[in-house]
């Protein structure tokens, strides 16, 4: 997640409507500084903004072991395969080692 | 034939030919030389040589005028009011009766997910006002998560019309409304041109 979608996911959890850009030069480096809102548009606190920012951080890393355990699961299609092949006692093995690898917090 | 020098200041009797190489210099050729005069097979000139060429000579199809403006900055959109890029070029068209080509190369990072489509949409404007647009390629939803990120083009035409500067600039927003595509982004490298063609 880069700091552009960390501020938009910000505003988003504070005004599901807002509607805004934000400018900077890439978006690792963009800030809140960089935030314009469209016209009828409250703009939020630069403060509320930036804790909010934490919150989303503080949730992201907390979903890292899911998003790691997403990206080596099997397929789907391989999934099935391997229940038909050696049924669901080696397919639960097979599952728990990435588990096992990435534990849930 | 011998050769007569009349009293009258004319000289007859010459052969083509007659006259030695370099014998007759600019300073000696009559102005104005009918076309009729210069048909037929011409000899090679060099184009080192055709310096007196200007852009409003040249033939139909020839580019007259080429100009090019890049912007490596980066806009988040969660909008779908359109937001200006630093993309713009100040314009005089050196024809009025001239093709003119203006083409953006928008660098754009598109998301989709569970409940929003990845698309953007690029503006092509002329003074301020709607030139072309473009919607670009719609990925993800539904469960689906999917990035569209590449450089994607949007042009259009007219004839120049009148030899009056103009600015076109290029404008990116989202397609969808903010709550349907968070993640698009602009994401600079991206470049607009404008050609002049002769026609």
Redesign the interface.
Known sequence: MNTSEKITKAIREINPNAMFIIRGSSPDTVTVDGIEWDDGITPIAKSDIEAKMVEVQTAYDAQEYARSRKAEYPSIGDQLDDIYHNGIDAWKATIKTTKDKYPKP | MAIVINGSGTVTGLSVGGLPDGTVDDGTVASGIASSKLTGALPAISAASLTGLTATQMPSGSIIQVATDLD??????????W?TTNLSIAFTPIKSDSLIVVTAFLNL?MAGGSTQHGSAQGQLKKDGSDFGELVWPWCGYGGTEALAVGTYPVTNTETSGSTSARTYSVSVRNYET??GS??N?Y??YSALQVWEIAQ
């Open positions: 490596g900055d980066y806009i988040g959109l969660s909008t779908n009011s937001a990072y903010q709550a968070s993640f982004q994401t600079g």
